[in-house]
Nanobody, 125 residues
Framework: PVQVVESVGGLVQAGGSLSLSCTASGLTFEDYAIGWFRHAAVNEPEGVSC????????YYAASVKGRFTTSRDSAKNTLYLQMNNLKPEDTAVYYC??????????????????WGQGTQVTVSS
């Protein structure tokens, strides 16, 4: 079975930084796009960032562009999300997810097949 696992989030003050990682087993990374999503309260999940493992295509939501960076370590089959200059509105449960797509990645959560359990990120003002 496919298993997607995020690292533990945390509590950080506004302006601070936090890094998340995502690993997955039971799938071949080269066949997938891996994305980060967040879900806060009553809103729909928001696509934060994604990368297609083979094509290298990346996507960033406008709300995080310039502050968040997605990178990958192919040797470790691990995706990272570096979050800098965090704001209180970044507070959410963050999820890592995998979509069977080699050369593009989508910012829409509806495209993704496999999801991690989520991790809480809280930014205090």
């Amino acid at each position: 079975p496919v298993q997607v696992v995020e690292s533990v989030g945390g509590l950080v003050q506004a302006g601070g930084s936090l890094s998340l990682s995502c690993t997955a087993s039971g799938l071949t990374f080269e066949d997938y796009a891996i994305g980060w999503f967040r879900h806060a309260a009553v809103n729909e999940p928001e696509g934060v960032s994604c990368i297609s493992w083979t094509g290298g295509t990346t996507y960033y939501a406008a709300s995080v562009k310039g502050r968040f960076t997605t990178s990958r370590d192919s040797a470790k089959n691990t995706l990272y999300l570096q979050m800098n200059n965090l704001k209180p509105e970044d507070t959410a449960v963050y999820y890592c997810a995998a979509d069977f797509a080699q050369y593009y990645c989508s910012g829409s959560w509806k495209e993704y097949n496999y999801w991690g359990q989520g991790t809480q990120v809280t930014v205090s003002s």
